[in-house]
């Protein structure tokens, strides 16, 4: 009967061993699975690897990409997103990629949020023009308001200035 005790619990601290060595993921894996869920447009994927805070910036977002058109998104899916830049400090961290849709660098930040990191978006990254609220130390709240955005010529919606 010792012999099995022995063996159970070399076979439990065996599990608890490999479990505790789980690897976490790095910033530039967090970036790249990100770009690729934005890519493909599964924004409940998207939200795994972003902080709480950003989750209305994406929600945003996926409001934007279902009024583009079909030509835009296929572009979109099949661009080539290439990390060429990373820079950590601490418990933040900056992700520079080039995607090839858009012919240009962008950078994601990203902060650590309970021992992983998470991309931390903000309006200014994906609304031009983005003036935020007055009361900055609340953000936006559910009496903001969207209304055209006329100095671009776009479209797009941009909060309202209260």
């Known amino acids: 009967m010792t012999n099995y005790r022995r063996i159970l619990t070399l076979a439990v601290m065996g599990v608890l061993l490999l479990s505790s060595c789980k690897k976490r993921a790095t910033p530039q ?5 990100f770009m690729h869920a934005i890519q493909d447009s599964n924004f409940d994927q998207a939200r795994d690897y972003a902080t709480k805070e950003s989750q209305q910036v994406i929600q945003i977002y996926s409001i934007f990409d279902g009024r583009r058109s079909d030509a835009e998104r296929e572009k979109i899916k099949n661009a080539r997103i290439e ?17 090839s849709s858009a012919h240009q660098k962008e950078i994601l930040l990203l902060v650590k949020e309970r021992g992983q990191w998470k991309i931390s978006l903000t309006f200014e990254s ?17 009496t903001a308001v969207l209304s ?10 941009v909060p309202a200035v209260k």
């Open 29 to 33: 894996e967090v970036a790249l699975a």
């Open 83 to 99: 990390v060429v830049g990373i820079e950590e400090n601490g418990d933040k961290a900056s992700v520079t990629v080039l995607n």
């Open 126 to 142: 994906i609304i031009p023009n983005y003036i935020p609220p007055a009361n900055t130390g609340t953000g936006m709240d559910s």
């Open 148 to 157: 055209p955005d006329t100095t671009t010529g776009s479209n797009m919606a």
